[in-house]
């Protein structure tokens, strides 16, 4: 059995390996809930006003926990943490879900 692995690891190393150009592969279509911000153009404009368009780009959203101690104390975590310890006292702190009153939980990660 250990030769057949061997022999098997031997083979996958002697054979050629293939490139993707990634350049070459198309963008996926446009699905049907997708923004064409590209086709939306104005053809006139009362005189008077002017009229600019904006690129639209996707951005990043980022969800930060600021706790605090009572000592004054305050640090921030990625996510919501009901119990942790003060890194300047050294007391226990108790926080309460911030999405308990609303039915909301925060995604996992």
């Given amino acids: 059995m250990k030769f057949n692995n061997l022999v ?3 083979r996958s190393k002697l054979r050629p390996e293939t490139y993707v ?10 699905g049907p809930y997708r923004a064409r911000v590209s086709t939306a153009h104005f053809h006139f404009a ?3 006003v002017e009229v600019d368009e904006l690129e639209v780009v ?14 004054g104390r305050r640090w921030v975590g990625p996510k919501f943490e009901r119990m ?10 108790v926080v309460t879900d911030p ?11």
């Fill in 8 to 10: 098997d690891t031997v």
């Fill in 21 to 30: 150009d990634f350049a070459a592969i198309p963008d996926p279509p446009a």
């Fill in 84 to 93: 942790t310890v003060c890194p300047n006292c050294g007391r226990v702190v």
């Fill in 46 to 48: 009362p005189p008077g």
């Fill in 99 to 109: 999405h308990s009153a609303t039915n909301e939980h925060p995604p996992r990660a």
């Fill in 58 to 71: 996707k951005g990043e959203l980022r969800v930060v926990y600021m706790t605090r101690c009572s000592c």
